[in-house]
């Protein structure tokens, strides 16, 4: 009998360290999933040098586009962030958001007061996102990551090379002065616009092949 309850609590610490050990896993997997990669890889970021929000007065609005280029992967995850600016929630998750750019889709992304009277939560969808900042002048930057690790390296897909990673894409983005009707565009460094063939890398890592890749774009330098 005796032994029977030391073979049932053996059993029970083993399955409670389990069940203990998979909500790590589930909340550390849960944190990469919503906070920007801590990272100054040139090959993985794209900056916009300004961004404001300002009650009564301004918002930021930012695109973010996959067109499909021949080098790029189908999908290719982000994760965008305010910098230095105050947010609703003012954690590392909540001055972010992150999501997955399929080929041809564009993202929104709105930077906007907590009192902004139209750009709320009820905006948000799949492909619309928001960062609510504090109700009072906020001002910073933009900085956006891509997710994958090894973005210098390619994937073979019908015998093209295509790569995930951020120079692949289109960012454009406004700070719209609602009081006036007008604005003015933001300047992203790093991404698809902004790229060239890299020169950063071995010729062996940049060198495309003849109808089938041009090789890693070089991001941020």
Known sequence: MKSCRIRAEKFFWKSFSGIVL?????????????????????SRVVIAPYAQAVPNNSYTFISVNHPSLDSALTQIGVGLEVVAMSTEIDTAA???VIFTIDAGETHR?????????????SIKDSRTHLISTQDSAQFGSI???????DPTTATTVNGINKFDNLS???????????????????????????????RNFHPSILGGVSGKSTGVARGVN
């Not at 998979?22 to 801590?38: C, I, K, M, N």
């Not at 900085?143 to 690790?149: D, F, M």
């Not at 006036?180 to 060239?196: K, Y």
Request: charged share 15%; net charge negative; glycine share 10%.
């Open 22 to 42: 998979l909500l790590f896993l589930f909340a550390s997997q849960t944190q990469a999933q919503t906070t920007v990669p801590e990272t100054n890889s040139k």
């Open 94 to 96: 909540g001055r972010a």
């Open 109 to 121: 992304i709105f930077v906007a007061n907590n009192t902004h009277s139209t750009i709320t939560s």
């Open 143 to 149: 900085r956006a990551v891509g997710i994958n690790e």
């Open 168 to 198: 692949q894409l289109d960012f454009w983005g406004v700070v719209y002065v609602e009081s006036s009707g007008t604005g003015f565009p933001m300047e992203f460094i790093g991404d698809a616009q902004d790229s060239t063939i890299g």
